[in-house]
């Protein structure tokens, strides 16, 4: 699989792949990530579709300039 271009797409490929049912490890090891780092994406994205991650990335950036 080919990395998406955004680090938020990225995110999100990795949770939608989780919550189809591939296995955390799996997914890991595909995308060059650790455990610990998905983990830390479902609890802080989880739930979340494109509409809001494009809301929170525009928020980080707004914030980052202030």
């Known amino acids: 699989m080919?990395?998406?271009k955004s680090?938020?797409?990225q995110i999100l490929a990795v949770?939608?792949?989780a919550e189809?049912?591939?296995a955390v490890p799996d997914l890991c090891r595909e995308?060059?990530?650790?455990?610990?780092?998905?983990?830390r994406w479902r609890?802080?994205?989880g739930?979340?579709?494109a509409s809001l991650m494009a809301r929170m990335k525009q928020l980080?950036?707004?914030?980052?300039r202030l």
């Open 60 to 64: 980080e950036e707004e914030n980052g």
């Open 31 to 39: 995308h060059g990530i650790s455990s610990a780092t998905c983990y």
């Open 7 to 9: 680090r938020y797409s």
């Open 43 to 45: 609890t802080r994205f």
């Open 20 to 22: 189809v049912g591939t």
């Open 47 to 49: 739930g979340m579709d």
């Open 2 to 4: 080919t990395r998406p």
């Open 15 to 17: 949770l939608k792949q």
